[in-house]
């Protein structure tokens, strides 16, 4: 079993800012790569932000230069500031992760409960 855990949502104005931060846990060998999609109410879920265990980060169109993600592999955390937010970006973000149980075995889709980012004035 694999564990995420999210923290961080909230709350914020236009143009603010906010952090969110997600750990892993549980039966994890290695993690390739951590990240955060999003769900706004009515669309499906999408990609914000990966960074892969290589270091190499992937961004939708639409947060670049105002997201960054962040990763601690040493402690198997993911970290997503997000600034300059606009009211488009209101969602329930997820956490992701995909992990190594094992040297061979693989375990792709780990999601987070979700946190409620809303950007409103």
């Known amino acids: 079993q694999v564990q995420l855990v999210e923290s961080g949502g909230g709350l914020v104005q236009p143009g603010g800012s906010l952090r969110l931060s997600c750990a892993a846990s549980?039966?994890?060998?290695?993690?390739?790569?951590m990240g955060w999609y999003r769900q706004a109410p009515g669309k499906q879920r999408d990609l914000v932000a990966l960074?892969?265990?290589?270091?190499?980060?992937n961004y939708a169109d639409s947060v670049k230069g105002r997201f960054t993600v962040s990763r601690d592999n040493a402690k198997n955390t993911v970290h997503l500031q997000m600034n300059s937010l606009k009211p488009e970006d209101t969602a329930v973000y997820y956490c992701?992760?995909?992990?190594?149980?094992?040297?061979?075995?693989?375990?792709?889709?780990?999601w987070g409960q979700g946190t409620q980012v809303t950007v409103s004035s």
């Open positions: 960074a892969t265990s290589g270091g190499s980060t």
């Open positions: 549980g039966s994890i060998f290695t993690v390739n790569a």
């Open positions: 992701y992760a995909d992990v190594m149980i094992s040297s061979f075995v693989r375990r792709a889709n780990n």
